[in-house]
């Protein structure tokens, strides 16, 4: 009896994994996608790569400039987060079970901050450029938006989560809304709030790379403008700095959050 | 003239289910009342009722000669200063110190600006001070509260609802979360409030024992319903039984 469950168990193993080997030839037949071919390529790629992909001293020469754009692109990603989370803190309050002041208004703040949400930020990138033009403006809309969204349903589940009782005493006592909202939501959900934020400043700094490209503005733009310049020692240069920076705030981030907690 | 009259309270959250049918019953000032009877009898959502945390669907509750269910939003929040609320799980703001906790409960008298600021006169800061001092609380007064044991949390939470100087004290299951030192301790407090502070208090206990030792009065809650209202001394057995829908022997007492 018990044989026999552990064969089908088995069988049912050995099917999937035929299913799985028949749809990856199949793709690959479908796309011409040769498996040879490009394990042959593979060290051809990479010492183009260690060839192309190095700093050199020239590229350094770019270094100043490169960095102007740096600058420019972290705080853009900084004023779009703290910016951003303004509003959401005031939307998640409407959409919290605990805070909000009719279910209409919690599911509208809801709905709002899906609709938000789900829009990809190039998309809402490639959007605003047909309003904006390529300007500093719309990555800084792109970034609020897409930021917007994903933190006001953050700020709403922690403001549920650690917040409901205390709100509840205080509503007891006879506090008035924003007295609650002041004396009990904010101190009690400030830590996690702060922590959103900042993992939201690194997450863009990452994207407004992405965005910038599109935009012509910021680091995005000038890895653009190099790349198709085919100066590959500086876009490596480039890369590299956009990396020190992103692990550079992570850390910080760390560190604050260890200190608020 | 009763400080508080429930007639015919009840409450149903949706259309089958009632979870408060029919209340009747009349609380005098200065009377320690116990409310027992087994999980989901309804004790919590009853007290929600008289400070109207929750909407009661039927009935009338008057507390202190005004008629509650007619309460603007404004007179509801003068309503809410006249009765203080301590909870099972403190619900205290962790993340600030225990005297702004205490001051918390000043809210009610306080404008939205006013509170928001947090501008307290000496006298409110005094009045915090010389409750933690009867709690045995004023060497904690500047720590945080996520610092603080439970039994101390629960004084903070007695304090904060003093200093609204309520005529009624709604008590959910204070000491369900404490040890049993910590529960004397409590309990005894509560005692002092009621006898030496003229307070009614109104509190959901589980235990029945303490019940019996710190009450005037017991009320059984059994599925929403009275099923016993009498002092703590005609409790029976069979009656405890009654309430817990048991058959006799099947329950811990001491």
Known sequence: MDIAVFQKKKQRMTLFMVILIGLTLLSARMTDFDFLHSVQTLPKALSWMASNLVVTEQALTKMPSILDKLIETIFLSITATTTASVLALLLALMGSHTTKINSFFGSLSRIIASVYRNIPIVAWALILLLSFGQSALTGYFALFLATFGFLTRAFIETIDETSSSSVEALRATGATYFQVVAKAVIPECSPQIISWVLFMIETNIRSSTLVGILTGTGIGFAFDLYYKSMNYHVVCLITISIVVVVIGIELLSNYVRRVIL | ?254
Not at chain 2, 114 to 123: C, D, K, N, S, W
Not at chain 2, 132 to 139: A, F, Q, T
Not at chain 2, 155 to 177: F, H, T
Request: charged share 25%; with cysteine.
């Open chain 2, 1 to 254: 003239m009763a400080l508080l009259q429930v007639q015919n309270l009840s409450k149903r959250y949706d259309k089958e289910k009632r979870v408060l049918s029919d209340i009747n019953l009349e609380v005098r000032k200065g009377e320690f009342v116990s409310i027992i009877g087994p999980s989901g009898a309804g004790k919590s959502t009853f007290l929600r009722c008289i400070n109207r945390m929750i909407d009661t669907s039927e009935g009338e509750i008057h507390f202190d000669d005004v008629d509650v269910m007619a309460l603007s939003k404004r007179e509801l929040r003068k309503h809410r200063t006249k009765i203080g609320m301590i909870f099972q799980h403190y619900n205290l703001v962790s993340r600030l110190t225990v005297i702004e906790n205490v001051l918390h409960g000043r809210f009610g008298y306080k404008s939205t600006w006013q509170g928001i600021l947090g501008r307290f006169t000496e006298e409110e800061k005094l009045q915090a001070f010389n409750l933690l001092k009867k709690l045995g609380m004023e060497e904690h007064a500047y720590k945080r509260c996520d610092q603080l044991s439970g039994g101390q949390k629960q004084r903070v939470g007695i304090a904060r609802a003093l200093i609204q100087s309520p005529k009624l004290l709604l008590c959910d299951e204070p000491i369900a979360s404490l040890d049993p030192n910590a529960s004397k301790v409590i309990m005894d407090h509560l005692q002092t409030i009621s006898k030496e502070l003229d307070i009614t208090c109104i509190v959901n206990l589980h235990q029945v024992d303490v019940a019996k030792k710190y009450s005037d009065r017991i009320i059984g809650l059994n599925s929403g319903r009275v099923v016993y209202d009498g002092t703590s001394t005609e409790l029976t057995s069979s009656a405890i039984h009654t309430i817990y829908g048991s058959e006799a022997g099947e329950l811990i007492m001491e």
